[in-house]
């Protein structure tokens, strides 16, 4: 298998995106801009398709903004509380009528496309004398007591799935399994406890190499890598302590921690962890350049397309900075088997649009210093 999940890519109605419309995408997407274009909220809108509209991850995306936190008093009625999951959709306006649906998904492909949406529902009794949810239209609204306002997910022509949302301070229930393999990484970078779970995935296999190689970009005298901790047993389950990645050199008998190396490891350690543990699937990075210094950055691209072409991985990444993308274009440039490409996003009009630069146009745009951040 090495298809590209993605092809194109249309967003509508979220976040900052009226309608964002990517015709062609490549293996390696460097997506650029200035503040407040959008460029993490495109990275939220693939998390959301690769999950499947998990009401899970919507109540994650929320927090990780503070959003989730608006509450009104508690004796506003249902039709006027400002629900905080309007910070999805376009505009953020209070919901009073029920807005456009967020779809994400492929260009022109109605069975790719991801629904998110809110419907009022009531309860009623079928003729095999069973209670059932009934989707309500705005103008039943007033019709039926006690009506209840759902988050509506469909993918496709798939049935729909619906939940409750009867009080924003409490988190919504588990929704749909996840259906694409998808691993984001923020600007801080992975926590803890994700790149032991990720080592774990991988220690004593081939990948363990490609952790190596990519430690090696910025210290070469890396021979072994491992990470250090203890379980132990409360209540009947395992809780992790922290564990701590350490390392060994050629030059340093005893083994040091990675940290001790500058926080610019620690960066380079998520990015490889989470790349081979996306097989078949979509990594997306915020900020790849955050703690890596421009020297370094040709030979993380390398590897990224190197090893994104081998384990089929998609990847999106964002940045803000010119030697990212430079050095983006030199790796791309040099890899005959991998399309990578630049989005840059921008105001027109009002609107949130995407330029597409592709390797040739690329290259000319770096060698004329045009901007394109």
């Known amino acids: 298998m090495n298809n590209l999940l993605l092809e194109s890519l249309e967003i509508l109605n979220f976040r900052a995106f009226r309608h964002l419309r990517i015709e062609h995408l490549g293996r390696i997407n460097l997506i650029a801009g200035k503040n407040n274009v959008g460029k993490t ?3 939220e809108a693939l998390r959301l398709y690769a999950y499947r509209g998990s009401p899970e991850l919507i109540v994650d995306i929320l927090d990780a903004r503070d959003e989730s936190g608006y509450n009104t008093p508690a004796d506003s009625s249902n039709l006027e509380r400002p629900l905080a999951l309007k910070y999805l959709f376009h505009g953020r306006k209070d919901i009073i009528d029920i807005p456009e649906p967020i779809q994400i998904g492929t260009v022109n492909d109605k069975n790719a496309m991801l629904s998110i949406g809110l419907a009022w529902y009531t309860f009623q009794v079928n003729e095999q004398s069973i209670r059932e949810l009934k989707e309500l239209g ?11 306002l759902r988050l509506t997910v469909q993918l496709g022509e798939q049935s729909k799935k619906s939940y409750p949302i009867d009080d924003v301070r409490r988190r919504l229930p588990r929704g749909v399994s996840q259906e694409i393999n ?4 923020g600007a801080g970078g992975l926590e803890k406890s994700q790149i032991g779970t990720f080592w774990d995935n991988i220690a004593i296999s081939d990948f363990e190499e490609d952790v190596l190689t990519a430690l090696r970009i910025i210290a070469p005298t890396i021979e072994r890598l491992s990470i250090i901790g203890e379980q132990e047993v409360y209540a009947g389950t395992k809780r992790r302590l922290e564990r701590i990645p350490i390392i060994r050199t050629s030059n340093n008998d005893s083994p040091i921690p990675l940290r001790s190396l500058g926080e610019g490891m620690t960066r380079m350690l998520g990015l490889v962890l989470a790349l081979v543990n996306t097989k078949n699937g979509i990594l997306l990075i915020d900020e790849i350049e955050s703690g890596l210094h421009y020297s370094v950055q040709l030979d993380m691209w390398r590897l990224i397309f190197q090893v994104a072409r081998r384990l089929n991985v998609q990847v999106f990444v964002t940045t803000h900075s010119w030697d990212c993308i430079e050095s983006f274009q030199k790796a791309a440039a040099e890899d005959q088997q991998s399309e990578g490409m630049l989005i840059r996003l ?7 649009v995407a330029t597409i630069f592709n390797e040739q146009e690329l290259a000319i745009a770096t060698r004329e210093q045009i901007e394109v951040r």
């Open 41 to 43: 909220c495109l990275l």
């Open 138 to 148: 705005l103008d039943e609204y007033n019709t039926v007591e006690n009506p209840t």
């Open 182 to 185: 998808c691993v984001f990484i």
């Open 346 to 352: 921008g105001h027109k009009k009002g609107d949130i």
